[in-house]
């Protein structure tokens, strides 16, 4: 099958890469300047020149707390890109599999939020990727949209990097131990929506619409780093594990409020035939990849 992918330097984007290697799929990846997913001139060149079978978008604009000072370029990339996008998937009759987040949520619940549940984004960043959500559902009926959260890769810029650096450099590191979440492999969520491709291939039914796609276990950003640490000086990445403090979210500030509870709930996953990741084993497996 011919697969299109943009964002193919970020985490989700080169993780996906790294699970097409060993399949028979054609895929055709692009970057923001090979294609720009907010230019429509562009978008329908690069789509209706490799007429792909299937449409994966990794491109988004992840910068939380910039996005606060730049909402046009955070909707530009999370709400007209995925627009674009959609709008040429819906003219070649084909699914476009988008990504977003759990920052959609306002993080007032106190069980795991569902699809289904009402959307109440806190800042640009989840605002404009709630837009794209839209944008990608009015146009084009067969869409997967798989919200995700907390991810961390072998690649990039990410919690997991940001830890293993400061492990390095301090005795004492302070995290935020009142917000909850669920960490995700970006390579999990690669190989998920591999599998997506696949049964699409296969003629097998898929329920077109937004599902929830984290890791399997809820934890703190300090509860993720008690586990980072842990692995890290197994693996011998770091020679001694910091002193870990809790704080509070008041007790480090941030331009853009996250949600306090963004843990959600996997279980309509069971009707795309994917299966839940183990955040604990994604985070094994990128540690001895840094070694
Ligand atoms: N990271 C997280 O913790 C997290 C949490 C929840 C949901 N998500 C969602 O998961 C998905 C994947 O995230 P990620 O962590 O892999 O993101 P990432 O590492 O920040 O990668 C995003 C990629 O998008 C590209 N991009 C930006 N603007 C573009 C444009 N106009 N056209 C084409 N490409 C563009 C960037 O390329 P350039 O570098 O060239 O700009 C970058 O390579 C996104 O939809 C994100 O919203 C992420």
């Not at 627009?83 to 819906?90: C, F, I, Q, S, V």
């Not at 910091?242 to 704080?247: K, Q, R, S, Y």
């Not at 008041?250 to 409020?257: C, I, V």
């Amino acid at each position: 099958m011919r697969i299109l992918l943009t964002g193919k330097n970020g985490q989700l984007g080169r993780c996906f890469q790294d699970v097409l290697k060993n399949t028979s799929h054609e895929l055709f990846a692009y970057d923001s300047t090979g294609l720009n997913i907010s230019d429509a001139q562009q978008v329908k060149s690069v789509i209706h020149t490799m007429q792909p079978d299937i449409i994966v978008n990794a491109a988004a604009y992840t910068a939380v707390d910039k996005a606060e000072k730049e909402p046009e370029a955070a909707y530009l990339v999370n709400a007209t890109g995925p627009g674009l996008l959609a709008k040429r998937a819906a003219e070649l009759n084909i699914p476009l599999i988008h990504v977003s987040t759990d920052y959609v949520f306002d993080g007032e619940a106190v069980e795991p939020y569902l699809p289904t549940d009402i959307t109440n984004p806190q800042g640009i960043y989840g605002a404009s990727k709630l837009a794209g959500e839209q944008a990608v559902a009015v146009v084009c009926k067969h869409h997967i949209i798989l919200r995700t959260s907390w991810v961390f890769s072998e690649y990039g810029n990410n919690f997991v990097k940001t830890m293993l650096r400061l492990a390095n450099e301090r005795t004492h590191v302070s995290v935020v131990s009142d917000q909850y979440g669920c960490p995700t492999y970006a390579g999990d969520l690669a190989h998920a929506i591999l599998q997506i491709c696949d049964q699409y291939e296969q003629g097998k039914p898929l329920v077109w619409g937004i599902y929830h796609y984290c890791g399997d276990i809820p934890t703190s950003w300090h509860g993720f780093a008690r586990a980072i640490f842990a692995k890290a000086k197994d693996n011998r990445l770091i020679v001694k594990q910091p002193h870990l403090n809790a704080i509070s979210t008041d007790e480090y500030p941030t331009p853009a409020k996250r949600p306090e509870y963004s843990v959600m709930s996997i279980y309509s996953l069971n009707a795309i035939g994917v299966q839940a990741p183990s955040w604990s084993a994604g985070l094994s497996l990128v540690l001895s990849k840094l070694v």
